[in-house]
């Protein structure tokens, strides 16, 4: 069964500081693997997802991941923290053998910044 | 253009009574899923549709939950007397086909269970 986990349910930065978000995950197929932001009572938004293309994913807002299968991780970073970058952050895995099928979230990540 | 819209925005009822949650998708995605959030079991998947497929019912928590897409579109997520464990926000997302397409999020319904 695939599952994530996300180390640290909180993260505090300084504006300016680096970001650095981690996401585990575990699954007995290669994943697509997903990072989504949520602002408070807001939906979720798509940061990046990686599909088997460039382990390297760059997505919106500065925002890049990296997916590393020796480590399972797909830890997502930012090299300076804005203070509208305060949210919270969920790392999903999907099974890419399957066509349709859910995603699995982490429990999440709240991102605080401080001026 | 449009988004995923739900409807309503928030819902308060009494435990025991039923209630109807609406997803519009996206024009022309063919998948649609819903999930539920919660504070102590964070996000969770429901239901998922694909096209005229059955759905894949496999999230949903018991039978007093159901859901249905008429016409390939618009979704109904029904619980059946609610409980207030049942409590939670519920988010609709859809994707142009599944797999690793992105689906995209509406801004869900928040559910109150008194």
């Known amino acids: 069964a695939q599952s994530v986990t996300q180390l640290g349910s909180h993260v505090s930065v300084s504006e300016g500081a680096l970001v650095l978000l981690r996401c585990n995950y575990s699954?007995?197929?290669?994943?697509?693997l997903f990072w989504y932001v949520q602002y408070p009572n807001q939906g979720l938004q798509l940061l990046l997802k990686?599909?088997?293309?460039?382990?390297l994913v760059k997505g919106i807002n500065g925002f890049e991941a990296e997916f590393k299968k020796s480590e399972t991780s797909f830890h997502l970073t930012k090299p300076s923290a804005h203070m509208s970058d305060a949210a919270e952050y969920f790392c999903?895995?999907?099974?890419?053998?399957?066509?349709?099928?859910?995603?699995?979230f982490g429990k999440g990540t709240t991102l605080s910044v401080s001026s | 253009g449009a988004g995923v819209s739900q409807s309503p925005s928030n819902k308060v009822t009494e435990k025991g009574k039923d209630v109807e949650l609406r997803c519009d998708p996206i024009?022309?995605?063919?998948?649609l899923y819903w999930y539920r959030q919660s504070l102590g079991q964070g996000l969770e998947f429901l239901i998922y549709?694909?096209?005229?497929?059955?759905?894949?019912k496999s999230g949903l928590p018991s039978d007093r939950f159901s859901a249905e897409r008429t016409g390939g579109s618009v979704s109904t997520l029904t619980i059946q007397r609610t409980q207030q464990e049942d409590s939670a926000v519920y988010l609709c997302?859809?994707?142009?086909?599944?797999?690793?397409?992105?689906?995209?999020f509406g801004p869900g319904t928040r559910l109150l269970v008194l």
């Open positions: 997302a859809s994707s142009l086909q599944g797999g690793s397409e992105t689906q995209y």
């Open positions: 699954s007995s197929v290669p994943p697509y």
């Open positions: 990686y599909t088997s293309a460039a382990t």
């Open positions: 999903a895995v999907s099974d890419r053998g399957q066509a349709g099928t859910a995603l699995i």
């Open positions: 024009s022309g995605h063919t998948a």
């Open positions: 549709f694909q096209g005229n497929s059955a759905p894949d």
